[in-house]
T-cell receptor, first 113, second 109 residues
């Protein structure tokens, strides 16, 4: 157990729907990062939050949004889902800035049918 | 635009072989380069290399960082079937880590 908790582990939903993925960072970590991993794209950085504030943004679609709450857990919201959104979504956390490395959660497998 | 490129994308070897995985990077305000191993789900941390630590070793695995040529290599000696995995290289500054596509290593008995 890495200490980073992601729920749910698996999610199957239909196109056009909206889902929320949840991440609880490791105790003491202030930064949360979201990544999307699909077969042909590798690990793609989506967004970073640090102590409740958005810190960095990657190639995140406008249909996707995230936030980090006062208790430091984070949620990634995916809306108007398309087949191409099917992927493994990872959350990672770090104490502060990522130069010291991340700890990854076990991921949420999203399947859009 | 920041980018990390790994090569080869896939590799098949036999137990006992030595392998070298490559990672080149272009990252603004570079701070660190990290290697992860991904077997089934979550990537697990292997090494972090920075300006003050350009060579790391753990058992049969070792890694070096060439800051001048902007690349890193991960060496695995005496490979075992348990080394079969995707190896990810990530590089970052103070904002995020950018990862390469990964190298899929298959070690045959």
């Amino acid at each position: 157990d890495s200490g980073v908790t992601q729920t749910p582990k698996h999610l199957i939903t239909a196109t056009g729907q909206r889902v929320t993925l949840r991440c609880s960072p490791r105790s003491g970590d202030l930064s949360v990062y979201w990544y999307q991993q699909s077969l042909d794209q590798g690990l793609q950085f989506l967004i970073q939050y640090y102590n409740g504030e958005e810190r960095a943004k990657g190639n995140i679609l406008e249909r996707f949004s995230a936030q980090q709450f006062p208790d430091l857990h984070s949620e990634l919201n995916l809306s108007s889902l398309e087949l191409g959104d099917s992927a493994l979504y990872f959350c990672a956390s770090s104490v502060g800035l990522p130069a010291g490395g991340y700890t990854f959660g076990s991921g949420t497998r999203l399947t859009v049918v | 635009e920041d980018k990390v490129v790994q090569s080869p994308l896939s590799l098949v070897v036999h137990e006992g072989d030595t392998v070298t995985l490559n990672c080149s990077y272009e990252v603004t305000n570079f701070r660190s380069l990290l290697w992860y191993k991904q077997e089934k789900k979550a990537p697990t941390f292997l090494f972090m290399l920075t300006s003050s630590g350009i060579e790391k070793k753990s058992g049969r695995l070792s890694s070096i960082l060439d800051k001048k040529e902007l690349f890193s290599i991960l060496n695995i000696t005496a490979t075992q079937t348990g080394d079969s995995a995707v190896y990810l290289c990530g590089s970052g500054n103070t904002g995020k880590l950018i990862f390469g596509q990964g190298t899929t290593l298959q070690v045959k008995p």
